[in-house]
């Protein structure tokens, strides 16, 4: 097992510096750990994604009430969401170094779980081939 999936997760920060951080403002150092879990750890894609259609959600409530036909309300809504969920998922890499370089942690982190990946496969090709390889 990984060392996040293993360890206790981190203090929290309190509503006031966790909505600072929401807006861009780094934490303490004290909280870097917890920025790591946030940022790199299990569930970091549905999370981002969940804060960044949440301020929407008034909006999508007017338009259901919206006088028309249902598939007018609808094809508001869906005009709104599919483009925001698509470019939401499409900047996460993007937004999640952001988060560790003002963090002060290393944005690379952002694909160490890829790079861990590609290792393990080019040693199981090496593994596998190795011996088949023409001199």
């Known amino acids: 097992m990984s060392d996040t999936a293993s360890s206790p997760p981190p203090a929290r920060p309190g509503p006031v510096a966790f909505l600072r951080y929401l ?3 780094p ?12 940022v790199v750890g299990p ?17 999508f409530v007017a338009f259901a009430f919206v006088p028309g036909p ?3 309300r609808l094809g508001m809504i869906g005009i709104l969401l599919f483009p925001l969920v698509y ?3 499409a900047l996460t890499p993007f937004y999640r170094r952001h988060l560790l370089r003002s963090n002060g942690l290393d944005p690379e982190l952002v694909g160490a779980r890829a790079q861990r990946r590609r290792d393990a496969t080019r040693a199981d090709y090496d593994a596998i081939y190795r011996d088949r390889r023409a001199p």
């Open 43 to 59: 569930g970091h894609v549905r999370r981002y994604v969940t804060r960044g259609l949440l301020p929407f959600v008034p909006i």
């Open 87 to 89: 470019f939401q998922i």
């Open 23 to 25: 807006a861009g403002r």
């Open 70 to 72: 249902v598939i007018y």
């Open 27 to 38: 934490l303490p150092e004290s909280m870097r750990a917890w920025v790591r879990r946030d």
